[in-house]
T-cell receptor, first 111, second 112 residues
Framework: NAGVTQTPKFQVLKTGQSMTLQCAQD?????MSWYRQDPGMGLRLIHY???????DQGEVPNGYNVSRSTTEDFPLRLLSAAPSQTSVYFC??????????FGPGTRLTVL | GENVEQHPSTLSVQEGDSAVIKCTYS??????FPWYKQELGKGPQLIID?????GEKKDQRIAVTLNKTAKHFSLHITETQPEDSAVYFC???????????FGKGTSLLVTP
């Protein structure tokens, strides 16, 4: 099993550009989440999904969209990137809804 | 939502000493408390977790204790080694119950 994979590892965007961060898991987990990590802030929940076709907002959802068309994939879309979205983004999956398994992260810089 | 407070933010110990990191939570209904270790440039990895029906859990040199009355839980690392140097996060279930709320992390440095 590859576990949770994320692409790209690094990305630089200009303000106003859009992009999609990819996340995939091969553990057949129902639950998937996106977090962002900023210095001194820990990890904050952006969006989560409890199964294909079902998503909901977390603590910091503004500026981000998600969809879950398959069990395996949970992409995160930035519609119009802002410097405040410079962060490290982690995707996680869970089979039980509590124990989370994290991907290696995407480091995003918005200029 | 669930508020998780973590202390200290930094901790420096000598190799062989013990390290203790403490977290408090606000929602008395929370029933699952994991600890994650994050090494530089990597994603967080689960190292130990505890559910509310037990007060302590051990796995070799690491242990977690839970005090439900006081709403706090702690990570204990004994006989620390330089490879224990990392950032450690505690967490508790989010409002939805399907994700986690994290503490702000403790940067542990173990010096030889």
């Amino acid at each position: 099993n590859a576990g949770v994979t994320q692409t790209p590892k690094f990305q630089v965007l200009k303000t106003g550009q859009s992009m999609t961060l990819q996340c995939a898991q091969d553990m057949n987990h129902e639950y998937m989440s996106w977090y962002r990590q900023d210095p001194g802030m820990g990890l904050r929940l952006i969006h989560y999904s409890v199964g294909a076709g079902i998503t909901d907002q977390g603590e910091v959802p503004n500026g981000y969209n998600v969809s879950r068309s398959t069990t395996e994939d949970f992409p995160l879309r930035l519609l119009s990137a802002a410097p405040s979205q410079t962060s490290v983004y982690f995707c996680a999956s869970s089979g039980t809804g509590d124990t989370q398994y994290f991907g290696p992260g995407t480091r995003l810089t918005v200029l | 939502g669930e508020n998780v407070e973590q202390h200290p933010s930094t901790l420096s110990v000598q190799e062989g000493d013990s390290a203790v990191i403490k977290c408090t939570y606000s929602d008395s209904a929370s029933n699952y408390f994991p600890w994650y270790k994050q090494e530089l440039g990597k994603g967080p990895q689960l190292i130990i977790d505890i559910r509310s029906n037990v007060g302590e859990k051990k796995d070799q040199r690491i242990a977690v204790t839970l005090n439900k009355t006081a709403k706090h839980f702690s990570l204990h690392i004994t006989e620390t080694q330089p490879e224990d140097s990392a950032v450690y996060f505690c967490a508790a279930p989010s409002n939805s119950g399907y994700a986690l709320n994290f503490g702000k992390g403790t940067s542990l440095l173990v010096t030889p």
